[in-house]
């Protein structure tokens, strides 16, 4: 039995994840290799906060898949108007092979001191409160010798992370980036293939 949605990535199989990640690798050195999955489809893109890298990321996957992307705002919504969810849903549903979300949905990840949204009135309590969390050289060398750093990005040189840290040999944040573009495709690939088990 195929698992629908994937929400969470605890609810993956590790045969699962194995999969994603070996055609994820097949997607970086052959982004074309199933571009009529999605032909003459559509994949709604709703993000609840701006983005460079996921967007980017999401759209180009759709694409190299040969669908069209719809990207959508909050704004561009009716949930702020109260339409429920669900119909929201539905409605999407009828003209979408696929919704990718992105929003706020119990992630750890390294980020900057001062979020989307986080009042300007913190930023001093903030920078007091973490400035011995920041990732630097001295930190680094405490990890083992083939540690990598990663970051969602944007990225405050100088804050959360050193200049030497960021950009240095350690550093994968632009892989990284560009992986969100694989990651995201065959995450596509496979679900729309009902490839994907999952713990349902």
């Known amino acids: 039995m195929q698992m629908k949605d994937l929400l969470r990535s605890q609810d993956l199989l590790k045969s699962d994840v194995e999969m994603l990640l070996a055609t994820a690798a097949e997607f970086a050195s052959e982004p074309l290799k199933a571009s009529n999955l999605l032909a003459n489809k559509t994949v709604a893109i709703y993000m609840s906060k701006p983005s460079t890298r996921t967007r980017l990321a999401s759209e180009s996957a759709v694409a190299h898949l040969g669908g069209t992307p719809i990207f959508l705002r909050g704004d561009d919504l009716q949930i702020g108007r109260g339409e429920t969810i669900a119909d929201t ?24 001191w001062m979020s989307m949204g986080d009042p300007e009135a913190d930023r001093i309590e903030k920078e007091k409160v973490l ?70």
Do not use: N
């Open 89 to 112: 849903a539905k409605v999407i549903s009828q003209f979408a092979e696929a919704l990718i979300i992105r929003t706020f949905a119990s992630v750890l990840y390294t980020d900057v």
């Open 131 to 200: 400035a011995s969390y920041s990732v630097s050289d001295e930190l680094m060398g405490l990890a083992s010798k083939d540690a990598i750093f990663m970051h969602c990005l944007p990225a405050h040189r100088g804050q959360e992370v050193s200049a030497s840290v960021i950009d240095g040999r350690a550093s994968k944040i632009w892989r990284q980036a560009y992986h969100r573009r694989t990651t995201i495709q065959a995450i596509l690939y496979h679900s729309l293939r009902g490839e994907i088990k999952g713990r349902i």
